[in-house]
Nanobody, 122 residues
Framework: QVQLVESGGGLVQPGGSLRLSCAASGTIFSINLMGWYRQAPGKQRELVAA???????NYGDSVKGRFTISRDNAKNTIYLQMNSLKPEDTAVYYCNTKGLGVGPRISTYDYWGQGTQVTVSS
């Protein structure tokens, strides 16, 4: 199993910045994808940003140019630097990890964190 612990959420004014962290622990496959999703009230959960174990990144269209995802593989931790925050960025942000294990047989996992609230408001 993999456990995910998120931190860094909070209240920020429009135009401000926040940095989220997500630390993974447990049995982590070397081939994995970690990322952030968010869900606002009444809306579907959407991808914010993801980063592979090899460092490839992908961003949701609404955050491109404002958010940056990075990872520290030694610490099994990802970070989401959020700049130029807007009220529409208000949501619960969830950390997610997907792993692929290739050995005698293929195995996968898909785990979620508990979520952290980000509120952008004046």
């Amino acid at each position: 199993q993999v456990q995910l612990v998120e931190s860094g959420g909070g209240l920020v004014q429009p135009g401000g910045s926040l940095r989220l962290s997500c630390a993974a622990s447990g049995t982590i496959f070397s081939i994995n994808l970690m990322g952030w999703y968010r869900q606002a009230p009444g809306k579907q959960r959407e991808l914010v940003a993801a980063i592979s174990s090899g460092g490839m990144t992908n961003y949701g269209d609404s955050v491109k140019g404002r958010f940056t995802i990075s990872r520290d593989n030694a610490k099994n931790t990802i970070y989401l630097q959020m700049n130029s925050l807007k009220p529409e960025d208000t949501a619960v942000y969830y950390c997610n990890t997907k792993g692929l294990g290739v050995g005698p047989r293929i195995s996968t996992y898909d785990y979620w964190g508990q979520g952290t609230q980000v509120t952008v408001s004046s």
